[in-house]
């Protein structure tokens, strides 16, 4: 038999536009716990974040046409948090805790609509920025990024045959069923997707955090993706994130406030949210400085989320400094989550359990490993390393130094005098591949 | 936005049956050819075909439902070549020749309705038996074969996750797609589809055939499925195969006619298609037998298609049989048929490459390799050697020898005397997958 429903044809022969983000929760929990903080302790500051491309040879300006990232920019802008959305978040449980944002957050997150971008282009790459408040500024992160790299996946398969097409997505679902065979032979492992930023399309991520529920069943506890969260059932996964430091950093008068500033953001932190989401990012202005002249009580917060450093090197840091401070590993939690795949997820288990709670966030390689699986031979498919930072606050410039120098962000002037301040040591290079 | 076809959905809830042979070219090529033969020479012969499951150990009447397999065999038999088809079946070229078929043929087919099948059960098989005219039992050889396939796979895919079955397909589509781009290195390929009678289901083999045009080019010639090939315009591709020399073999009154047999049968097939199609099938009664008594214009067909050596040796023997007649092999085909895969092909296509023209009929390997692909561990989707062979005409058991003893099917009585008549010479046990 052969059947057309006219109707869904005429419709699809007329779209406007596909969206890539359809709802204003397709972002990173952490976002919104951030988000709640900023919105209670700082909303008079403003910040700029702006779009960085660490993969300078993929020239995205020449591959991505402007007027439709500006149509999907646009239709971000348009997008308001739905009632159900906001019911959700008011009603679900977060880490086992209820009522995790405020009635009065959720009411004035109703009204939000994110502020306007600058758009143009230099050397085959587009400058994109963002002013205003910052914790509006803050919601562009990763819908930009979602948007930039999809675009840049559908100039790529844009044409194809339907045929290459379908090859493309078999071998890319043969190749994450088989990492997910081998992550199964994990017992213990705890895992969650962190795949939104540099996904490949918001369709593929939702299918691979399917295939994680149902192919690592327990061992799967959730996705950063509040949309995906929400639809799926999941628990929405994440804790903060380097911004917090950085704004911070850059609105501290002096070097002394500039050196306390990273713990005066844990102290909100764990004030705000009554000792809940005690995860430390230690690495904003290198690991080692940071872990040299904590307060004591930072050895008390749950765990640590090392984001530079390789992740055995990173993780024994760390052990060592729980343990000089006379804490228990055994009772921590180390959360893995910079370039993760099933290789270093291996290694990294293997080295640290009996040791230390793990949990491994997985995010570019398990949302845009395409690399080799269209016919057509491409690297246009694979991730690049694309970050939305924030790179100044009221006016004053924001740095990141990072473990890793190639991670780093900011005016090389005041790079300079960050690191007069925190010190180089334990930071060394390592190419960025995503 | 949320949108479901009422009518799809009711329709799809609502299917009788989802049937597995649509239309009665649904068939290879050779049986059309072969029929025609069958109807201009033998309309008086009988002849009963049977199912043979040389898989023993897979008990087949415990996997699939026998009111399913009554269902799918009622379906054919309410099938009827319809007026499309025998329009393109008059109007199309074959082999580049016109009007193969001729019109009093066609009218003949065009009332043309499968008979009546007999099923029963034993040891967890299925006997099914069809018998009566010739000319209408032979059309059940493919049908009965897809849907026994076909039944088993669904019986194994029945019930299982929705992603389960994703992952499923995504392999095998993986996996096809490696081989093909293994056999784009061979320059001077020229393949065919062979693979309809064990085919893991109609839409499977459809896939692979438009894998096989997009992946291969001009180095993929056609299939032997002639509604795939009248549906995707490629040439169906088939000459004859081992029913023919059977039945004549069973009809033969006496040992000299019975050792005359096959080459009566090359002699009729050559005078009805006026010196076109002529491809000699050699190992219907052992093919060292047959070259050795071979009548000296059997040198001079086009080409052989070994089917039960190993093909290397099987070719070279056809080889040395030209050389000792005084043809040059360069100006002859071999066509490789038999269970082959793209070790094989690629082995046999380096070894014969410049002596001999070549061709591969790829069956079983190419619509069916789905070992390995479900997620579930499973060899249920492995395919199995599964036949549906002449078993008597007008009552006299139908022998086949081959040169796989494994392969041989008959009487034990009647293969004895068969291989009193033609030598058991060069015949060899192997083990036979597929």
Known sequence: MLHTDLATRAYNQGWRLDPIVRSLLDTDFYKLLMLQMIWRRHPQVDATFELINRSRTVRLADV???SELRAQLDHVRSLRFTRRELIWLAGNTFYGREQMFAPEFLAWLAQVQLPDYELSRQDGQYLL??????MLTTLWEIPALAIVNELRVRSTLQGRGRFALDVTYARAKARLWDKLERLRRLP?????????RRRHSFLWQRWCVEALKEGLGERFIGTSNVLIAMESDLEAIGTNAHELPMVMAALADGDEALRAAPYRVLDDWRELYS??????LPDAFGTAAFLRDAPDWVADWTGFRP??????????????FWRERGR?????L????DGMDVDSIERTYHHFHGKVRMSFGWGTNLTNDFRGCAPFASDQLDPISLVCKVTSANGRPAVKLSDNPAKATGDPAEIARYLRVFGGEGRSEAPVVV
Chains 1, 2 share one sequence.
């Open 307 to 320: 984001d530079s450093l390789p992740p055995i090197e990173a993780g024994e840091q760390v052990l060592r």
């Open 64 to 66: 991505i046409p402007e």
């Open 328 to 332: 228990d590993p055994r009772e921590k």
């Open 334 to 337: 180390l959360i893995f989550s």
């Open 188 to 196: 213990d492992l705890v895992l969650s997707d962190f795949g939104t």
């Open 275 to 280: 000792g809940n989401l005690l995860v430390v």
């Open 129 to 134: 920025r963002f002013h205003g408040p910052w």
